[in-house]
């Protein structure tokens, strides 16, 4: 019996994708359960696992476009495990029969002498030498048509032979002198090469650039900019990351901390927890948040639901879970859903400012960038403080300056004193 392996339905809005990889080889024995490709579609990649066992035969390769319900291979249940091979060291141990043994021992290798040294050149017939010449080019193997004889009558002497090795090599040095720049070609000289690869862009890299070229095109784009002192948050976080880390079994990040101070900005300012839907506003009373998280495949944002609701643990819990899926491919399309605001975290990577690209349709973005020391005037006194730049861009049509200042100062202001998110004030 034979069961075929079809791209599963991922999503109304999905309807091919791409074969990135099979993790198994075409005649492979494969166990039920066992992984066999990974889909990349324009939401996701994911992974597809065997429903039988048996011998499956591949009839995509990887890298192909597959449409959603096409078979892909054939798993054969008929033909069972291939029994484990026998010990190879039985097969190959020689036999003990010492005739045998002896005629598989090589015979004495002949004398170097005689194998591996070239003979001399042979000499014109007309030219003789001295049995002291003759030892010498026996000896040294010397080309004898290559060395004009010294001797009466042209004949090569002992002392031509062993000089023959020197007057070469200045030969040779002569004719090096002699070869101007002119006389060498410039169609000669190597030119390097350049080296390129192409390679088909996949689903979800496509999607993303369609989705930032239309951000940009149908919205208009404004970043405003503001920064924010951390001392606060890194001392709280080096204060209780201990306990905090025994009873909830996570680290106390910074992205639980802005996750909260967005959420509360965005209670304070309603117009910013807004989108636009043809020539209405749509005010959303809920707070699902998404967190940018960059893999290998591209930028996924999962998004964190009713962060209204939740704890710090549960908001650090939810981030680490989305991040491991989403790196391993095993994110679900109802994670990237929704959502009514992004936090882009650059400073993961060192960014010291960005304008980021608003998350279509949401209004707005909150970009965080790398945390570093610099002098600031603190009452009346400069002092070193840990600073990061934020920067909020935003789709102008729905969201004034004034709007987009207040929610920065907003988040700016939780982030300084987070007792305001501990008491929501």
């Known amino acids: 019996m034979a069961t075929e392996v079809i791209i599963p339905a991922m999503g ?57 319900g096409q078979v892909v291979a054939v798993i054969d249940e008929s033909v069972s495990a291939a029994p484990a091979s026998e010990d190879i060291s039985e097969k190959q141990a020689p036999t003990s029969d010492s005739s045998t043994a002896e005629a598989e021992i090589d015979p004495e290798p002949t004398s170097i002498s005689e194998t591996q040294l070239p003979e001399p050149t042979q000499l014109n017939h007309s030219q003789t030498l001295s049995p002291a ?123 639980s901390f802005f996750t909260k101070a967005v959420t509360h900005a965005l209670q304070a300012v309603p117009q910013v ?43 650090e ?29 650059g400073g993961i990577y060192g960014s010291m400012l960005s304008t980021p690209i608003v998350n279509h349709p949401q209004p707005a973005i909150l970009g965080l960038h790398n945390i570093t020391e610099r002098a600031m005037v603190v009452k009346g006194e400069i002092v070193a403080r840990p600073m990061m730049y934020l920067a909020l861009s935003y789709d102008h049509r729905l969201i004034d300056g004034k709007e987009a200042v207040t929610f920065l100062v907003k988040v700016k202001e939780a982030i300084e004193d987070p007792a305001k998110l501990m008491f929501g004030i």
Not at 320 to 328: D, P, Q, T
């Open 12 to 68: 109304e809005s999905i309807s091919s994708g791409i074969l990135a990889a099979w993790h198994i080889k075409d005649g492979d024995y494969v166990e039920k359960e066992q992984v066999l490709y990974e889909l990349e579609t324009d939401k996701i990649t994911s992974e597809a696992s065997a429903e039988v066992a048996g011998v499956i035969s591949i009839k995509v390769p990887a890298e192909e476009e597959v449409d959603i």
């Open 317 to 345: 819990n939810d981030i680490l879970n989305y991040a491991n899926s989403a790196r391993e491919g095993k994110i679900q399309m109802s994670d990237l859903q929704g959502g009514v605001f992004t936090i882009s975290n």
């Open 133 to 255: 010449a003759r030892k010498a080019a026996e000896e040294t193997r010397a080309d004898l048509s290559s060395i004009d004889g010294s001797g009466k009558d042209g004949r090569i002497t002992k002392s031509d032979i062993l000089e023959a090795p020197t007057q070469q090599l200045k030969q040779n040095i002569e004719q090096v002198k002699t070869i101007s720049v002119t006389d060498v070609s410039l169609s000669t000289v190597p030119t390097p090469e350049r080296h390129e690869t192409r390679k088909k862009m996949s689903p979800l890299r496509k999607k993303i650039a369609e989705r930032l070229v239309a951000a940009t095109q149908e919205a208009a784009m404004l970043t405003t900019f503001n920064e924010v002192d951390m001392s606060a948050v890194i001392g709280l976080r080096k204060q209780h990351q201990e306990k905090f880390t025994e009873r909830h079994g996570i680290k106390l990040g910074f992205m």
């Open 273 to 315: 927890n807004a989108r636009i839907e043809g020539n209405e506003v749509v005010t959303q009373h809920y707070f699902d948040i998404g967190v940018a998280v960059g893999t290998e495949k591209g930028l996924m944002v999962p998004v964190l639901r009713n962060c209204d609701q939740k704890g710090f643990a549960e908001i």
